[in-house]
């Protein structure tokens, strides 16, 4: 059983920035961010393998977002830079023990925090 704790959201301007956090145990191979806004399907947003610190991102956070891992203390981020009124959605940390195959897809992962706002006025 791994448990996710997200923390950091909150409301921004456009053009302005956030870090998100999440605290995860046990820590896994494979983590991620995911994000829902109302009426949307969940969609991958960035991801990486913690042993590799391989990332992966979204076409819609290049270069804006940038998710980054502190294994010494099990946590995950996503700084969020540069947001814009469409990023605004429920953001989710999600886990999967092994390395998955495609890391923005939702159905590779089985453990999912609680979920952080993030909202962002034009």
């Known amino acids: 059983q791994v448990q996710l704790v997200e923390s950091g959201g909150g409301s921004v301007q456009a053009g302005g920035s956030l870090r998100l956090s999440c605290v995860a145990s046990?820590?896994?191979?494979?983590m991620a961010w995911f994000r829902q806004a109302p009426g949307k399907e969940r969609e991958g947003v960035a991801a990486?393998?913690?042993?590799?610190?391989?990332?992966f991102y979204a076409d819609s956070v290049k270069g804006r977002f940038t998710i980054s891992q502190d294994k010494a203390k099990n946590t995950l981020y996503l700084q969020m830079n540069s947001l814009k009124p469409e990023d605004t959605a429920l953001y989710y940390c999600?886990?999967?023990?092994?390395?998955?195959?495609?890391?923005?897809?939702?159905?590779?992962?089985?453990?999912w925090g609680q979920g952080i706002q993030v909202t962002v006025s034009s």
């Open positions: 046990p820590y896994t191979e494979s």
């Open positions: 990486i393998y913690t042993r590799s610190w391989s990332t």
């Open positions: 999600a886990a999967e023990s092994l390395q998955v195959g495609y890391p923005l897809r939702k159905f590779e992962y089985g453990y």
